[in-house]
């Protein structure tokens, strides 16, 4: 075991601080709602009720900028580090849905870059009204689902996605494309990603005549290891079997602690850099074939491999495969 020295610079020691808030915000909220259920039973009956009917994750969400600037987010940032990169500018006259890829174990890119102000994206691409998708389930969590929604996070639902698209112009979600299936071949040193099963983004992109805008986070499966579970083994089994009773998957873990740098479940200290590809135009087809639906997909996959040819000697030089889309 390598043990972190106890002298370390104050930044270091606050970006730590960050990321083990971080990880530690859903078991805060659940200890909080365990307190509240026991002594003020009546009130969480009712929000509880007022969680099962209220429809805000799927009809826009309810951000709130201020969250999304805290100072916490740039100390998140500096851990790793992670960074945005610009490649083209985005017109905020038209809609786009974005694709993140790879999925990772968390998507922590994602949460910097995307869901945060970490790296100032809304200075980056003005003018667009972003949000991010994440599982439905998440806003059945009492408390934690209102820290996600002020955040902007919204759900992954085909309702949800085409809810935002509808408002017009300037409006923009993100899906984490490979979902839970693709955290669990979210190896170090590799980008292996579930597309080719996945054309209900780009359908719905079609429909509402949105621009599909693939996004290429280099490093976000280094993030973290994983113990071996080769396809066919009993582990793979029991995962495969837990995603798809739960839509979320199990990968065990192995990460860095507070104070040691190859034992615990927190991050490694590795470079992401999130790469936003060309916006690929769709028509508006309230009802796309399934031949114009691969053949847009064809062209999102083509602009994904663009961008990761042309950064990855620069951000994943020490890569032990190239991109490959296994499913």
């Known amino acids: 075991m390598k043990f972190a020295p106890l002298r370390v610079p104050l930044n270091r020691r606050l970006q730590t601080c960050a990321i083990v808030g971080w990880t530690l915000v859903m078991p805060f909220f659940i200890i909080l709602i365990a307190f509240l259920v026991r002594y003020y039973t ?61 999925h990772g174990i968390i998507g922590l890119g994602a949460w910097v870059n995307f869901i945060t102000e970490g790296n100032d994206f809304s200075l980056q691409f003005p003018g667009l009204d972003f949000r991010v998708c994440t599982l439905n389930t998440n806003f059945r969590i009492p408390l934690y689902r209102e820290f996600l929604l002020s955040l902007g996070l919204v759900s992954v639902a085909r309702e949800s996605v085409n809810h935002i698209l509808r408002l017009g112009p300037g409006n923009a979600v993100m899906i984490v494309v490979g979902g839970a299936r693709e955290a669990l071949v979210s190896k170090p040193g590799t980008n292996d990603l579930i597309l080719l099963k996945r054309q209900g983004f780009i359908k719905i992109a079609l429909m509402n005549g949105a621009s599909l805008v693939p996004v290429m986070s280099f490093g976000e499966n280094d993030l973290f290891d994983q113990v071996e579970n080769p396809p066919g083994s009993l582990l793979w089994r029991f995962q495969q079997l ?10 065990l873990i192995k990460g860095r602690g507070i104070f040691t740098y190859n034992w615990g479940l927190l991050p490694f200290r590795r470079q992401v850099v999130s790469v936003v590809g060309k916006p690929i135009d769709c028509p508006e087809i309230k009802d796309p074939t399934p031949e114009q639906i691969r053949l847009y997909q064809e062209l999102y996959v083509a602009e994904l491999h663009r961008i990761y040819d042309e950064n990855k000697d620069k951000y994943a030089r020490e890569r032990k495969s190239s991109l490959r889309i296994i499913e």
Do not use: A, N
Not at 52 to 71: A, H, I, N, S
């Open 42 to 102: 009546l009130l969480m009956v009712g929000y509880g009720l007022w969680i099962f009917l209220d429809q805000t994750p799927v009809k826009g969400g309810r951000k709130w900028e201020w969250v999304r600037q805290w100072t916490w987010w740039k100390y998140m940032r500096d851990f790793f580090p992670v960074s945005l990169v610009k490649t083209h500018d985005l017109d905020p006259s038209k809609k786009y849905l974005f694709g993140y890829h790879p």
């Open 242 to 251: 837990f995603t798809d009773y739960f839509s979320f998957s199990p990968p």
